[in-house]
């Protein structure tokens, strides 16, 4: 059981938004750690996708945004394309383990 | 370009220990001051982290895996190693090697990953 909770799958159409949200605890996103997230293609290893909440490293489309309201972090993907069908992760920085915690990664299918 | 390649044995017997290296080319890790941190993913399965390494020699570990696992740096062959101790079925993942600028930083760099299966 992930300490960050995902949700497990999304799907959308082409060219359509979608929010994957990620929510944590008062010794993780509650304390307002910075959170990030990856892409994990299909037999591929994580590729980091948003830093720091809400930047995007060199290279990443901006059809790919990380935002936070509060403790509630979300990652937006607009104009929905075939090849970002993938698992998308988030992380941050635990207190209590004094370590990284993941969320359970979330499935998109784009249909 | 800056890479970072995993390797190890593919398949260690319960009870064994697992040993892995991460060799980083293209620059020289004496050069830089990031950390270096192992994350596994077992089948089907989320990301773990494992524990992680900075200024050469200073670690720290999962609670789960602490009494299992070390990670150790060797400057001379630019590599990072990683051994758990004890191995079981549940160690059976693929691990990767990744770097990251400080304690609360995501990981700009990947390796490829290497699957270990425990199994007799």
């Known amino acids: 059981q992930s300490v960050l909770t995902q949700p497990p799958s999304l799907s959308g159409a082409p060219g359509q938004r979608v929010t994957i949200s990620c929510t944590g605890s008062?010794?993780?996103?509650?304390?307002?750690?910075?959170v990030h997230w990856y892409q994990q293609l299909p037999g591929a290893a994580p590729k980091l996708l948003i830093y720091?909440?809400?930047k995007r490293p060199s290279g990443v489309p901006d059809r790919f945004s990380g935002s936070r309201s509060g403790t509630s972090p979300s990652l937006s993907i607009t104009g929905l394309q075939a090849e970002d069908e993938a698992d998308y992760y988030c992380?941050?920085?635990?207190?209590?383990?004094?370590?990284?915690?993941f969320g359970g990664g979330t499935k998109l299918t784009v249909l | 370009q800056l890479q970072v390649q995993e390797s190890g044995p593919g398949l260690v017997r319960p009870s064994e220990t697992l040993s892995l290296t991460c060799v980083v080319s293209?620059?020289?890790?004496?050069?830089?001051?990031?950390?270096w941190g192992w994350i596994r993913q077992p089948p089907g399965k989320g990301l773990e982290w494992i524990g992680s390494?900075?200024?050469?020699?200073?670690?720290y570990y999962h609670p789960s895996l602490k009494s299992r696992v070390t990670i150790s740096v060797d400057t001379s062959k630019n590599q990072i190693s990683l051994t758990l101790n004890s191995v079981t079925a549940a160690d059976t993942a693929v691990y990767y090697c990744?770097?990251?600028?400080?304690?609360?930083?995501?990981?700009?760099?990947w390796g490829h990953g290497t699957l270990v299966t425990v199994s007799s």
């Open positions: 990744a770097r990251h600028r400080d304690r609360v930083s995501g990981a700009d760099l």
């Open positions: 293209g620059d020289s890790i004496n050069t830089t001051s990031y950390y």
């Open positions: 390494i900075y200024y050469y020699k200073i670690t």
């Open positions: 008062t010794s993780n996103i509650g304390a307002d750690y910075d």
């Open positions: 720091g909440n809400t």
């Open positions: 992380q941050s920085y635990d207190n209590v383990l004094s370590g990284w915690v």
